[in-house]
């Protein structure tokens, strides 16, 4: 879709999308992410978390994975993240519109309704705010239905088994664990993938004809490949950089009560033990999910963006 389309508020010229649609597309956009790269998640989180020596490679958890659970084991933990995703996506979309709104309040001298890059990058980081209040306990959920069954037993029999024997662990806190290494994933990810799509977008874009009149036609909506490009690339540049928190992240959710007592000493202990290389366990699953996933994402989102356009 072209920045002069219907997703954004014409008569300011402003880069925003109404509240509403942009909560639903993103609730959209995170339920086709989920459909297509939970079975990356979950070998990434199994080659995080697992025991040295436990597996050999990504190869190698999805062979031990479908031997004993069968392909279903491939989507083991998805109920959490389809439950979640959709207000994760849908407030982290909406977070995101809020950012720009807050970069527009911030500066209203401003001489170009167009968002530079950074401005774009803060509204991406800001996103990660709201998100995390979401995304934190469903990912804790999710984490703890993934690693489970490597030994053979299982611990929880699905979602609110995990909730309920966490709350009668240690409370909302036992639920929340993992909150500040969520946020040190998302905040910087988050900036970097709205940032890259965006640029990515613009440059795919065609260029807006001339109308007799002199003045410029809007842009021609982007194309599904283009979308899919420009998606499946911010994916990319993202988990570039959130894979080192995102390991402390699932290692932290993971671990029994009393293992670490935070983010650093998670950190700490876990390059101590098996070297700076470990925070870059699950790195092939995780670029392997990247590009398909987002690439739905952001399909999901315009596609829905499109299609409420035309119903009201």
């Known amino acids: 879709m072209s920045d002069e389309g219907s997703e954004?508020?014409?008569?300011?010229?402003k880069q925003t999308v109404d509240p509403i649609k942009s909560f639903l597309s993103g609730g959209f956009g995170g339920i086709s992410c989920v459909l297509v790269g939970h079975p990356f998640d979950l070998t990434k989180t199994r080659l995080q978390t697992a025991a040295p020596g436990t597996y050999?490679?990504?190869?190698?958890?999805?062979?031990?994975?479908v031997a004993q659970d069968g392909i279903r084991g491939m989507y083991r933990g998805?109920?959490?993240?389809?439950?979640?995703?959709?207000?994760i996506f849908a407030i982290?979309?909406?977070?995101?519109?809020l950012g720009k709104?807050?970069?527009?309040?911030l500066t209203p001298d401003r001489t170009s309704q167009t968002l530079s890059i950074p401005e774009l990058a803060f509204a991406g980081g800001f996103s990660a705010i709201p998100a995390t209040l979401?995304?934190?306990?469903?990912?804790?959920v999710k984490v703890l239905l993934q690693v489970q069954g490597q030994g053979g037993s299982s611990m929880y029999s699905g979602p609110i088994d995990v909730v309920r024997k966490l709350y009668a662990e240690g409370g909302l806190r036992s639920l929340f664990r993992g909150t500040i290494a969520t946020l040190a994933r998302d905040g910087p990810g988050s900036a970097v993938y709205f940032a890259t799509y965006e640029l990515l977008k613009k440059q795919l874009s065609s260029a807006p004809e001339t109308l007799p009149n002199g003045e410029k036609a809007p842009a021609p909506p982007l194309s599904l490949p283009a979308i899919m490009a420009a998606g499946g690339t911010a994916g990319v540049a993202m988990w570039s950089l959130a894979i080192p928190p995102d390991t402390i992240k699932s290692r932290l959710?993971?671990?029994?009560h009393g293992t670490y007592t935070g983010f650093m000493d998670c950190a700490r202990k876990?390059?101590?033990?098996?070297?700076?290389?470990?925070?870059?366990?699950?790195?092939?699953?995780?670029?392997?999910?990247?590009?398909?996933a987002n690439a739905a994402t952001f399909v999901g989102v315009e596609l829905s963006l499109k299609a409420m356009e035309k119903m009201w």
């Open 8 to 13: 954004l508020e014409i008569s300011s010229g």
């Open 78 to 87: 998805i109920t959490p993240p389809i439950l979640g995703v959709t207000p």
């Open 101 to 105: 709104r807050l970069v527009y309040s």
């Open 56 to 65: 050999t490679g990504a190869i190698d958890v999805v062979r031990k994975t």
């Open 253 to 256: 959710q993971s671990a029994p």
């Open 270 to 292: 876990l390059i101590a033990a098996d070297g700076v290389t470990a925070l870059w366990k699950g790195f092939g699953p995780a670029m392997a999910r990247a590009f398909p």
């Open 92 to 97: 982290s979309f909406w977070g995101y519109d």
């Open 134 to 140: 979401v995304a934190a306990p469903a990912e804790r």
